[in-house]
């Protein structure tokens, strides 16, 4: 877990700045920093990498739900009276490509 990699990176920097050896905070903190970021990195990475998966396989399963209730309503696709069934069974689809759109653009739709 990442959380254990950066307590393993943090606390033999903090117990060798402990008084008395003196250093600043500044110091102290650069260092941790410079420590915990790549395993930050190794994190965001790992997190893009799941994220693109699930994006895909949302992906794929809204397609196969367009094509499905879109085989199901064939025939009466145009007629009035169907287009709130219609409308309703492609509900999820609708809000999966919105999501979708949502991951693509960076979380700001």
Same mark, same amino acid.
């Given at each position: 877990?990442?959380?254990?990699?950066?307590?393993?990176?943090?606390?033999?920097?903090?117990?060798?700045?402990?008084?008395?050896?003196?250093?600043?905070?500044?110091?102290?903190?650069? *260092?941790?920093? *410079?420590?915990?970021?790549?395993?930050?990195?190794?994190?965001?990475?790992?997190?893009? *990498?799941?994220?693109?998966?699930?994006?895909?396989?949302?992906?794929?399963?809204?397609?196969?739900?367009?094509?499905?209730?879109?085989?199901?309503?064939?025939?009466?696709w145009?007629?009035?009276?169907?287009?709130?069934?219609?409308?309703?069974d492609?509900?999820?689809?609708?809000?999966?490509?919105?999501?979708?759109?949502?991951?693509?653009?960076?979380?700001e739709?």
């Amino acid at each position: 877990m990442i959380e254990v990699k950066i307590m393993q990176a943090v606390l033999p920097i903090i117990v060798r700045n402990t008084p008395p050896v003196g250093n600043s905070c500044s110091t102290v903190a650069l *260092e941790i920093a *410079e420590a915990v970021a790549p395993l930050i990195q190794q994190a965001e990475d790992a997190m893009r *990498e799941r994220i693109g998966m699930l994006e895909k396989l949302l992906s794929d399963c809204s397609d196969e739900l367009a094509a499905e209730v879109e085989a199901r309503f064939e025939r009466v696709w145009g007629h009035p009276a169907m287009q709130h069934k219609i409308k309703r069974d492609m509900s999820t689809v609708v809000a999966a490509r919105a999501a979708i759109r949502g991951i693509d653009a960076g979380g700001e739709e």
